[in-house]
């Protein structure tokens, strides 16, 4: 038989478990490890929040940039067909409050000290005809007491139709006056414009259709209920999409995208009349010659993260690069281009605490290029159909 020996200490020793510094020791260690997951996890979930956002304006922008683009291949249809047209000045027996005080495709509010551009797009809302039509004989006299104040002998009254808006016009740079056709025409060289208290009140348009030169004969453009879509930048940096409803004289509003901030556009102009653009400014035409001289716009529009940064993220002002070709005022040199500064600054204070994507575009204004476009303006061959 084997003795086995029992020390009653060793028995003690062995089955103690952990000591007090011991259990010290692995709480330290354990909240050390949590703090540094709890580290990386922020770190990993900001740069994913980081990256999702650039992701954001990077859409925002793209999608911001294409409903500008969409609407301005569309500008001028219908009212510059006949170069006679562009840059006459409107006037009308109502909606003087929002009708465009000129006849044109594109127009540019510029902004004060680099705040954003508005654009205000123009075009015929015909989906079927809007073409110019020449007036004849017998002449749209407003003070004949025949029948000559009520109707307007055409060459052809084709896309006309009751309730259009239509634009006389009397010459390049001659004021150009709106009034409505009354019925849908049971005359095909005829358009009736019967006196009502609104756009056809007794006596407007003023001005009689007679001829003054054999070179140029008055003509009319049909705008239908006019196509007027205004794009701006809101107070919450959303491009806002304005439309003007002409039936009712009311304008409504809706969002397109959110976080865009800035919204720049220039003129592209021919100056020298050799088919290629040459200047870009956001200078506004004064005559019909200069506005024969668009055949472009530049659109710019600065898309800003949603995900504010807890860090500076951007350090200097975004830069529109406009390139070295033609002549840009207000560009500064940046490197071998030229670039316009876009004013994130003025949007909010923390500006630096977001990041930023510049997205442009250049459109020629296709309906511009396709007009019938003359050296002499007023020339017969201008004068619609």
């Avoid at 109502?94 to 705040?115: D, R, Y």
């Amino acid at each position: 038989m084997i003795a086995t020996s029992f020390h009653a200490g060793a028995s003690r020793r062995h089955s103690a478990g952990f000591t007090l510094v011991e259990l010290m020791v692995g709480a330290a260690v354990g909240l050390l490890a949590t703090l540094v997951i709890a580290l990386v996890m922020s770190k990993a979930e900001g740069f994913k929040r980081s990256a999702a956002s650039g992701t954001d304006a990077q859409v925002n922008g793209g999608m911001a940039i294409y409903a500008l683009q969409r609407q301005l291949k569309m500008a001028g249809y219908g009212l510059i067909t006949a170069s006679a047209a562009q840059g006459c000045t409107l006037s009308a027996k109502q909606g003087m409050g929002t009708l465009p005080t000129t006849l044109a495709p594109v127009l540019i509010t510029a902004g004060a000290n680099g705040a954003s551009d508005q654009i205000r797009v123009l075009g015929s809302s015909k989906t079927s005809y809007s073409l110019p039509t020449k007036v004849i004989a017998p002449y749209y006299d407003p003070h004949d007491t025949t029948g000559k104040a009520l109707r307007f002998a055409v060459a052809t009254a084709l896309g006309a139709n009751g309730g259009d808006l239509m634009a006389v016009i009397y010459g390049a740079d001659k004021p150009c006056q709106i009034f409505q056709v009354s019925a849908d025409p049971s005359i095909i060289r005829q358009i009736d414009r019967v006196d009502d208290g609104k756009w056809n009140q007794p006596g407007f348009p003023d001005t009689a259709t007679t001829p003054l030169s054999s070179s140029f004969t008055p003509f009319l453009v049909n705008l239908g209920a006019l196509s007027d879509v205004t794009y701006s930048i809101s107070a919450d940096f959303r491009l806002q999409q304005s439309t003007v409803d002409y039936t009712t004289l009311l304008t409504s509003s809706q969002d397109v995208q959110s976080n865009i901030v800035v919204l720049k556009a220039l003129y592209g102009k021919d100056t020298d009349m050799n088919a290629t653009v040459d200047t870009y400014d956001n200078v506004g035409p004064k005559n019909n010659a200069e506005w024969m001289q668009v055949k472009a716009l530049r659109v710019a529009v600065l898309a800003r993260s949603a995900q504010y940064e807890k860090d500076e993220v951007t350090t200097t002002l975004p830069q529109w690069d406009v390139g070295s070709v033609g002549t840009i005022p207000d560009a500064s040199t940046c490197g071998t281009s030229k670039c316009i500064t876009l004013h994130a600054d003025l949007v909010s204070s923390d500006w630096k605490h977001y990041r930023y994507k510049v997205f442009d575009t250049l459109v020629p204004l296709r309906n511009q290029v396709w007009s019938d476009f003359v050296t002499t303006p007023g020339a017969a061959t201008s004068s619609g159909q």
